[in-house]
């Protein structure tokens, strides 16, 4: 199974994502790029992967048929958009390859179909692929877990460049996630995305969310932990896209020999609590 180097697709392979994937697959061990993949009416399709990603040319044109990328590969890599996902989930299932997931925004239904693809595929779906913000959302946990609710209150800051369209962020989800956990409620009934007008006083237990938006910040993070005349900050800043392309290969080297299944950066990087 593991035999040569793992062949991957690089699907959004026009994106700033996508960019910085082909770049970073020619130096790295153990891998090649097999296709890589733009949007159907892309004006990229046709032509050469590593000039878009200003390699120079790699013999690789971008394609817009996912089918055809997926039949021969070990994996594809995908940092695109929830429909786009789901659908490129399908097919990996039908491949039965290595689906990496690096896509925010999901729905309640995205995740749910992600999960019965992960039944054939062998899936890495994380809001973050670096190792920093993974141990990051670890601290968080423990954090949580050792600050009383009652005496301290949690609120996840986050910034991205100006064209980033979800929020809050994967990652600040992520974190959000991780202190819910560590609280042993669920973020979904406790969260706070938006605080306009007369709010009243802060409700007892909440985590809120606070998000910033402007140039080209590729990601700055910080959950703040208020008390009664103290303040813990525990944070992270991405300074280069290359953490996450790294962390997305390193994660596709990881599920090649992995049984099909729904797996995190967490399970990745040894950092799983279960």
Not at 18 to 33: A, K
Not at 110 to 124: F, L, P, S, T
Not at 146 to 175: F, N, Y
Request: proline share 3%.
């Amino acid at each position: 199974m593991s035999d040569g180097a793992m062949k991957l697709v690089v699907v959004g392979a026009a994106g700033r994502m996508g960019q910085t994937l082909i770049r970073m697959i020619p130096s790295m061990e153990g891998v090649t790029l097999h296709a890589a993949v733009g949007r159907e009416g892309s004006p990229f399709i046709g032509k050469d992967a590593g000039e878009i990603a200003g390699l120079g040319p790699i013999g690789v044109a971008i394609s817009s048929d996912p089918l055809s990328a997926f039949l021969h590969a070990d994996g594809v890599i995908d940092f695109t958009a929830p429909a786009t996902t789901v659908a490129f989930a399908g097919l990996a299932a039908q491949a039965r390859i290595v689906h990496i997931i690096g896509t925010t925004g999901c729905s309640e239904d995205d995740e749910a179909k992600i999960e019965a693809a992960a039944r054939h595929a062998r899936i890495v779906k994380s809001g973050n692929m670096g190792l920093g913000v993974n141990l990051l959302g670890v601290l968080v946990e423990q954090a949580a877990r050792a600050l009383a609710q009652d005496d301290w209150d949690i609120e996840v800051l986050e910034m991205h460049h100006r064209h980033k369209v979800d929020a809050p962020s994967g990652t600040a989800l992520l974190l959000g996630q991780a202190a819910a956990k560590g609280r042993g409620i669920n973020l979904r009934d406790h969260s706070v995305r938006a605080r306009d007008g007369h709010t009243g006083a802060r409700p007892l237990g909440t985590i809120g969310f606070a998000t910033l938006r402007g140039g080209s910040v590729v990601g700055d993070h910080s959950v703040i932990f208020a008390g009664e005349g103290e303040r813990v900050t525990l944070s992270h800043s991405a300074g280069d896209r290359s953490l996450f392309a790294r962390g997305a290969i390193k994660a596709a080297l990881w599920a090649r020999d992995k049984k099909p299944g729904l797996y995190s950066m967490l399970d990745v990087l040894g950092l799983s609590s279960h």
